[in-house]
Structures are given as structure tokens and as C-alpha cells.
């Protein structure tokens, strides 16, 4: 009850199982078997295993993507008018709309314009803020989900508030969405023994913002601006801003995204340096970028080890063995061409069989195969493999990611729907 007003909630219900069981409690509150959802193609993994679990059928919108950087972006308002309108022509009415925002990379969607669009249509809003729990606690950042009229917000508490990893929570607001069935969908995903040290430190969280929600933060966005005003200065490197998203409203101050690309080194190759020679670990590291979480535990000293680190660079990539490749950017997302076979569900129960890379190639993906962090899919069960999406993973494999979800580690073999 506390959270719930904290937050601006009718009602709030802890998670023990993340914020990936509360993106399924959500959607099966919402989706029948056979109805469809709206959501971007760039959700994480746990959107996709509550198609399964519900048998929600998907309705792909393809997010912003820039090329240089290699990071997708959220989605536009016109963007889920248009996927509602299209399934209206097939005479069909989404059961729920699914926005993820802020990204991974902190780019935020204009919610209060989807909220009002899907409401007009008497549909639900759905939002994955994991990484927006601090969203609306300071006048510089973005409002919040909650604010912005979503109907059902799931927050990872562990991520940029101060709660014990695994502990999320589940928001809801206006009338919209059936309470009782979130309850059953909630017993139904959760442990019936939780673990109350999780608990315990979601309330704690919680205390710790409530003391100063609206001055808790004024540190870390300070270090924030901080950094990003001193990085800025520094050869070579490129600082990620809304000139690379200019149809969203808002980047999360607190996610500092890093392009190493004028050095000749990708993601992986800067992170690899600043990791070993300065003791600089990152939070999500991509072919063509880096991206640094500021928090209520970062500290100055944290700031200078950074700048020191990404100053010594230009220096660390002359003599890198790893930098002979020029690094390029690539002119599509992984997932521009998708053709769906099977919806989720149907290709998570039907027969499978392992094949070689090379024979997978216009078959039904029978696994769910993605680069991790952040957990986006580039193959989902139920869809036709591409050459573009496969080159894309053997890409990123090589140049480090590390690839998760695929039976076969080295990515000689995939396992198909035998349909």
C-alpha cells in the first residue's frame, strides 16, 4: 500500500520473481489463447515466454533503429495506431498493447500519446520499465510510466533502486485491467514460499526513496551530467543523444551510451580495455557501444576512474592486436524481415530436430537464440531463419557476445520445428 502511493499506483503487488514474472502475469491477465498483442520487436525474452504461457499472438512492431550506433530505439505513437489499424482490417482488436520503455539504453517512448490512443480503443497499456523504477523522482528526468497513463507497470526495483537482485514490482492504475486475474496469474508464476529477504528490501527501497523522492537522486544526476560533460571532451568517443532518436522524447540521464567506432574498436574491444587495464565494468556492452548505469550508489571517485579509463584509450586501441578488423556499422536491424510460421506457443510445443547453420536457412526456428545483455531475440521460435539474422548473430558472437538460448554454444548447429 505504501509503494503504491510512493509510486502513484491503485495497486502495487511485490515481485520475488523478477520483473520477467511480472511481464507475464501481466499479459496473461490480459491476452487470451488466440488473442493478439502489440509489441515491439525488441522485447525482452520474458514478453515472448508469456505469448507461450498465454497463447497471445504477436502483432510485431519494428522499433527505431540507428545504424551507426547499432541500438534499437522504442516506438512511435503512429507506429501502434498503425498495428491496431492493420489488425482492425483483418477484423481483430488487440487484447493488450506492450511498450518497453525506457529501452536498455535509457530512450523512452511518448507513453501519455499511446496510453490515449489505446484507451480510445478501450485497450490496455502494458509498460516494461525494468530499467525505469527512478523514472519521475527528480524534475530532470522523464516522467514516469505510471504518470503517463499505462495501465499495468512492471519495475525492476534492483536495478536502479537499491532492493536485492530478483526483486521487482507490479503496478496497476485505472479500471481497465482485471485485478482478480493478476492475483491468479501472480499465484499461478510465484513461489508460494517467497523469500522475505526480497521482500524485506523492496520495502526498504521503497523507505529510502519516500524519505527525499524528490531530492534522493540529485547526486547521481549530478555525476551524471557530470561525466557525460567531460566524456564529450575527450577525442574519439561519441556520446549517445536524442539526435540518434529524434522521434522520442526523452534518453534517461542516468544511462551514459558510449561509440568507439572514430578509435577503429567495437564494443566489445573498448569494454575488454577498460575492463583489464582500469578496473571498469560496464552495464551492457554492444558491437558498436558501451553503456554505463549511474546510480544512488556511484560516487565521484567512480566518475574519474571512468574518464581516466576512456582518456587512456585512444592510447590502449593503437596497440590492441584485436583492432586490424575496422569496425562498421550495419545499414539493418537484425530484425527487419521477419516471416511468422508458427505463432510462440504452437512452436514451443511442436517437434524439434538439430540441423547444421547452413540447412537451418528458411526453416521454423524451433529455439529462442539471443545476444545477452540485453536479452533481445534475434530468433524466435515459430519464424522463418534468415540469412540476415543469422549473419547478424554469427557477427556479434565473434566479435564477443555472448549468445544465449541456443542448444548448440558455438552456433554450428540449430534446433527447427520439425513442421
Known sequence: MQAAKLFGSSETWFLVGGTTCGIQAAIMATCSPGEHIVLPRNSHISAISAMVLSGAIPKYIMPGYDCKWDIA??????????????????????????????????ICSNLS??????????????????????????????????????????????KVLCSLTQSSMLHMSGNIVDRDRICRCLQTLQSTSPSYLLLASLDAARAQLAENPGTVFNKALELAIEASTLIKKIPGISVLDLASFNEFPAIDPLRLTLGFWSLGLSGYEADDILDRDHGVISELVGTQSITFAINLGTCREHNQRLVSGLKKLPTSSLHSKTTEK???????????????????????????????????????CGELICPYPPGIPVMIPGEIITERALNYLLDVRRKGAVVTGASDSHLSSIVICDV
Do not use: W
Open 73 to 106: 530505439g522504442g516506438v512511435t505513437p503512429s507506429q501502434v495506431g498503425k498495428a491496431i489499424k492493420e489488425l482492425e482490417m483483418d477484423g481483430k482488436k488487440p487484447a493488450a498493447v506492450f511498450i518497453t520503455s525506457p529501452t536498455y539504453h535509457g
Open 113 to 158: 500519446e499511446i496510453s490515449q490512443l489505446c484507451h480510445a480503443y478501450g485497450i490496455p497499456v502494458i509498460v516494461d520499465e525494468a530499467h525505469g523504477a527512478h523514472l519521475g523522482f527528480h524534475p530532470q528526468m522523464p516522467h514516469s510510466a505510471l504518470k503517463q497513463g499505462a495501465d499495468l507497470v512492471v519495475q525492476s526495483t534492483h
Open 326 to 364: 575496422r569496425v562498421e556499422s550495419r545499414e539493418h536491424a537484425p530484425f527487419n524481415d521477419i516471416c511468422i510460421s508458427l505463432n510462440p506457443r504452437d512452436a514451443f510445443f511442436a517437434n524439434k530436430r538439430s540441423v547444421s547453420v547452413r540447412e537451418s536457412l528458411g526453416k521454423v
